[in-house]
C-alpha cells in the first residue's frame, strides 16, 4: 500500500495561500523573496522521491505555468535546472471537473476524488504526495492522508486558504522529525496514528 503525504508551505497562522491567492509569503524573508537554497534543495529532492503527485486545479494551473519550461529560462539556476527536469518527469493526477485536458507527464481525473485516492493507495508504488487544499481536505476528512508535512514561514496573513480543513473527528499525529531552514522556516513532519 503506497504512503499518502501531505505537504506544503504554511504560515505561521495555518494557511497555505493568504487571501486572494497570495503567494509572496512563502519564501521565508519577507513580500515575494525565494526560498534559502537549502530549502528550494529540500523541495526539489521530495519532488525527485515522489512516485505519483495528486494535485488540485489550482495547484496545478500554478506549477504547470512555470516548471514546464522553467529549465529553458534565461538565467535559470542550476537548481531551478534540477527541479524543473524533476518536476517534469514526476507522473501527476490532476483532479478537476472544470478543466477538460492536461499535458506533460499528467493524466486528468474527473471522477470522485476519494474514490480514485483509495485506489491508488492500494496500489504497490512508492510514496504519494497530495496537494491543493480542497483536494487534500477532502483526503483528510476521508483519513487517508498518513503524513503531514509543514513547512512553516514566520509569517502571520490574518486570512486566505487553511492547512487544515474541519473534520468530524480527531486525529493523532506522532512527530517524526523537525528541522530548521534559515529566515526561520521550520519543518515539521507528524505521521498518522492508525
Known amino acids: 500500500m503506497r504512503k499518502l503525504i501531505f505537504g506544503m508551505n504554511v504560515t505561521l497562522d495555518g494557511y497555505t495561500a493568504a487571501t486572494g491567492g497570495e503567494l509572496g509569503w512563502s519564501g521565508g524573508d519577507g513580500p515575494d523573496s525565494p526560498p534559502s537554497d537549502e530549502l528550494f534543495q529540500w523541495w526539489s529532492d521530495r519532488v525527485a522521491a515522489t512516485d505519483l503527485a495528486l494535485y488540485g486545479r489550482k495547484l496545478w494551473e500554478a506549477m504547470s505555468a512555470h516548471w514546464p519550461t522553467a529549465d529553458q529560462q534565461p538565467g535559470a539556476t542550476p537548481a531551478e535546472i534540477e527541479y524543473a527536469r524533476r518536476w517534469r518527469a514526476m ?53 487517508l492522508i498518513d503524513e503531514y508535512v509543514l513547512v512553516t514561514v514566520p509569517v502571520l496573513v490574518g486570512g486566505g486558504t487553511p492547512f487544515f480543513t474541519a473534520l468530524d473527528s480527531w486525529v493523532n499525529l506522532t512527530l517524526v522529525e523537525t528541522r530548521t531552514f534559515p529566515g526561520g522556516v521550520v519543518l515539521t513532519r507528524y505521521e498518522t496514528r492508525r
Do not use: H, Q, W, Y
Open 91 to 143: 507522473p501527476k493526477a490532476v483532479f478537476s471537473s472544470t478543466i477538460s485536458t492536461v499535458d506533460g507527464n499528467a493524466r486528468l481525473v474527473t471522477g470522485d476524488a476519494v474514490t480514485e485516492i483509495t485506489r491508488l493507495k492500494a496500489d504497490d508504488g512508492g510514496p504519494m504526495d497530495i496537494g491543493g487544499a480542497t483536494l487534500a481536505a477532502a483526503a483528510m476528512r476521508a483519513g
